[in-house]
């Protein structure tokens, strides 16, 4: 598949419906290039001789390692540490110092597609620099993503090359890293150790989940069709502690939901409560 002049339209529209039933992630009308880019390697090396061919294969209830390849391929895995920054000033100022008052000594936080771990990982950072202010709060992290390879990534805690440096401070990769190996560099054991990470669709049920008393749900459902993203959302919303909060992407907003949620503005950023008492 050299170019994307040689996708035919019925196969483009196959692979598209393919895709959304099973991670949510809609193209547009005109991404066949991206589909080119995307998958061309995989198709070389499995043999697939054109993207009517690459469906008709991920169809086959067998495939399921072939069909798990091409979604690691068409997602976007893009993230850094302490990204926005807004939300993890946050969880220190607010969230944390709350959850201390509300006498809870053990949260459950939710990094839901959460990429290869810098956004589990900096909720822990966050979490240990506000307990060296004195607090003993406590939090297990579930950090889980679609792909079983960021999956891995997220329990190998290794980071290396510029995926290290990006939005992380000198002082924070002294403090919360071990260098391993030259330009590797390993999640120290207490930030590491609150964070368990499983492979997990969004697209399916979040019942084994458990409660939760804080979600972050970033930069993934732009992806997906408006009723993906509000059915997630809402199923999100029961997944939640009444007086939980649920922090998406900056420039998302969950203007639908304001029956369970309600907005706080902070820090210059936008996150959501749910609405009841704990
Ligand atoms: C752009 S990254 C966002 C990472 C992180 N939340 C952040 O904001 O930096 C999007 C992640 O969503 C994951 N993803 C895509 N579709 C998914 C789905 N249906 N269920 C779970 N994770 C999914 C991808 O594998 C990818 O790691």
Not at 7 to 24: K, V
Not at 49 to 70: F, H, N, P, T
Not at 146 to 154: D, G, L, R, T
Not at 202 to 226: D, K, P, T
Request: net charge positive.
């Amino acid at each position: 598949m050299a170019a994307s002049r040689h996708i035919d339209p019925e196969h483009y529209q196959a692979f598209r419906r393919f895709l959304e039933d099973s991670c949510g992630i809609v193209l547009g009308d005109n991404k066949q290039y991206l589909v080119s880019s995307r998958l061309g390697q995989l198709m070389v090396r499995e043999s697939i001789a054109d993207l009517g061919e690459l469906v008709r294969r991920v169809d086959d209830r067998r495939a399921a390692g072939l069909r798990g390849k091409v979604i690691e391929a068409m997602t976007t895995n893009e993230t850094q540490w302490f990204r926005d920054s807004y939300p993890f000033a946050i969880l220190q100022d607010r969230l944390f110092p709350e959850f201390d008052k509300g006498g809870m000594s053990h949260v459950r936080i939710w990094s839901a597609a959460c990429s290869s771990g810098q956004e589990p990982y900096s909720i822990s950072m966050a979490l240990e620099e506000y307990r060296a202010r004195g607090s003993r709060l406590e939090a297990e992290i579930v950090g889980t993503d679609i792909s079983p390879a960021m999956v891995a990534h997220v329990r190998a805690a290794h980071y290396g090359g510029s995926a290290i440096n990006r939005g992380l401070s000198l002082d924070r990769r002294k403090r919360f890293f071990r260098q391993v190996d030259g330009d590797v560099w390993e999640v120290r054991p207490e930030v590491r150790g609150r964070v368990r990470a499983h492979v997990h669709n969004l697209l399916e049920s979040f019942a084994a989940l458990g409660r939760f008393e804080l979600i972050f749900c970033r930069n993934v459902l732009i992806y997906f069709s408006a009723v993906s993203r509000e059915d997630i959302l809402g199923r999100m919303c029961q997944q939640l502690s009444p007086g939980g909060y649920l922090i998406v992407g900056a420039s998302e907003s969950l203007a639908r939901h304001a029956d369970e949620l309600e907005m706080v503005r902070s820090h210059g950023g936008v996150i959501y409560r749910r609405r009841g008492t704990r």
